[in-house]
């Protein structure tokens, strides 16, 4: 049996999310690059890459999925009941991807979605996904040293500063460990 990738296997609920591969979504590409669109606002681009500014048609959402399906483990986050696509973790194995994995990760959440527990909940349910799974040694995520909130997320739920340099002065690193059994 072919083993799964971790965008094909990752899949987990919380009390309000639901995350899962964005393959699912693909029967439905353009309805999906609508939400690629949507989610993508001048504030919740601010410091990222400019291949990931200016997303205002279907066509370049298109192609951002594209790139992120290239690059990434891609995963779209639901808001549970309404069925709508809020948000995105993107998943990085290490460059050596041998057991157990060290992996990297980045998540985003439309604007609307601020400030209301949604990231803590997103993110604690990704860790409670990674020891399930068991083969994840240590899970890392890059941050702008001004998004006090994302910050505030990856603290509460027990990440730590990294010694990690990261691209900038401006970006720091978050890591979590888990106990290996």
């Known amino acids: 049996m ?9 899949y987990f609920t ?6 899962e591969g964005w393959a699912k979504h693909k029967s439905s590409e353009t309805v999906f690059a609508q939400s690629v669109i949507d989610i993508l606002s ?5 410091s990222l890459p400019d291949g990931w500014q200016n997303i205002d048609s279907i066509s370049k959402a298109l192609q951002w999925l594209k790139d992120r399906d290239a690059d990434s483990h891609f995963l779209s986050v639901t ?3 309404s069925g709508n696509i809020i948000g995105y973790i993107f998943i990085y194995e290490t460059e050596l991807a041998t057991k157990p994995y060290e992996l990297r990760f980045g998540y985003l959440l439309a604007e609307p979605f601020w ?3 949604l990231g803590t909940e997103l993110i604690h349910g ?3 996904w990674c020891e399930a ?5 240590s899970i890392s995520g890059g941050v702008e040293k001004h998004n006090i909130g994302s910050i505030k997320v990856l603290e509460k739920t027990g990440f730590t500063l990294s010694e990690e340099k990261g691209p900038s002065d401006q970006v720091v690193f978050y890591q979590y460990e888990f106990k290996q059994l």
Do not use: A, E, F, W
């Open 126 to 128: 990704l860790l409670l």
């Open 79 to 81: 808001l549970s009941g």
């Open 115 to 117: 400030g209301q527990g």
């Open 42 to 46: 001048p504030k919740v681009t601010q």
């Open 14 to 19: 919380t009390k309000r999310l639901s995350v």
């Open 133 to 137: 799974i068991g083969d994840i040694k």
């Open 2 to 10: 072919k083993k799964q990738t971790i965008q094909q296997s990752c």
